[in-house]
């Protein structure tokens, strides 16, 4: 099927870790079969993107820098280029594993890509960091850190930016891998983020949200359907009372008005739900946010909260 349809699957940080576990390369692996089986299955009908977070991995490596002050620590956007490569290989072995289960692995390429993703160096984002990585620390330990923190209930905690993405430097690559029936691995964490000086990129301490910049990359690839999936069955009204109800179809106006009524959390549903908004409402095409089990089922239109007109 030459003309298939382009699909961009965003993975939250429960396809690799769930809530508890350790995040031990096993469990990570363990974890992944699930959504590479459906992924699989499903690149016999549709030409697919995976796009993923990396939250806790970023959070695990910069405690590592932190216990170890015998080599250079890396900055935040060189910690992020390492998660690339190393969920990138998770997933890439877990889809070869799972292709070559349902007899396509000689049929079916895929590859995963390290991406920049541009930021405006005067987004407002920059004057007020407060988006919470890596470990927590005691209120001594914070002292001798000159990281922006903050205190929360478990102890204080490093700050960073986090810019609007503006555009995917490599989105042009992207879609030629497409275009030749890849499945690509893309936008880990959102993107490395980069600022553009003249004609070069520069590295900047910040974090994009993966699924802002998932939204870009759907509409640059002209994806038709943009799926956000996470531990959570689709997006809610009424979060956490005895009127909560997880929406299913729902109209792009009746869509606006809840984010109005500030049903969806900024730290939470709101950037999923953001990000299909404005996805649908550039391209008119499905977007949709759902459970991590219900892949197929989300894009078949049986499962997840999806924009309609």
């Not at 697919?48 to 170890?68: A, F, R, Y």
């Not at 799972?98 to 005067?122: K, S």
């Not at 890596?134 to 002292?143: I, K, L, N, Q, W």
């Not at 997006?235 to 299913?248: F, M, P, R, S, Y």
């Amino acid at each position: 099927m030459k003309n298939k349809p382009i699909v961009l699957i965003a993975l939250g940080g429960n396809a690799l870790i769930k809530k508890g576990q350790k995040g031990t390369a096993a469990e990570q692996f363990l974890n992944l079969q699930l959504p590479m089986g459906q992924i699989a299955e499903l690149s016999r009908k549709y030409k697919i993107v995976i796009t993923h977070g990396n939250g806790p991995q970023v959070g695990n490596l910069l405690l590592q820098q932190e216990s170890c002050d015998t080599v250079p620590k890396m900055p935040l956007e060189i910690i992020g280029a390492m998660t690339q490569g190393q969920i990138g290989y998770m997933l890439e072995s877990s889809l070869d594993t799972a292709l070559m289960e349902i007899g396509i692995l000689e049929e079916q390429q895929f590859l995963t890509m390290i991406t920049y993703v541009v930021v405006d160096e005067n987004d407002p984002a920059f004057e007020n960091p407060a988006k919470p990585i890596g470990p927590f620390y005691t209120e001594e330990e914070a002292s001798r850190l000159s990281y922006n923190m903050v205190k929360t209930d478990k102890g204080y905690r490093r700050v960073v930016a986090s810019p609007k993405p503006v555009a995917i430097v490599e989105y042009r690559e992207i879609k030629k891998l497409i275009e030749m029936d890849f499945i690509v691995i893309c936008c880990g964490g959102g993107g490395i983020p980069v600022i553009r000086k003249e004609r070069k990129f520069r590295g900047v301490e910040a974090v994009i949200d993966k699924d802002l910049a998932s939204a870009i990359l759907a509409r640059e690839i002209k994806a038709d359907i943009f799926l956000i999936v996470s531990d959570i069955e689709g997006a809610a009204i009424h979060w956490g009372t005895k009127a909560q109800k997880v929406l299913g179809k729902v109209s792009l106006k009746e869509m606006q008005q809840y984010i109005k009524e500030g049903h969806f959390p900024a730290g939470s549903m709101g950037p999923k739900v953001d990000a299909i908004v404005q996805f649908f409402q550039a391209t008119g095409k499905r977007g949709i946010t759902g459970k991590l089990e219900d892949i197929e089922l989300a894009i078949a239109g049986k499962a997840g909260t999806e924009i309609i007109a």
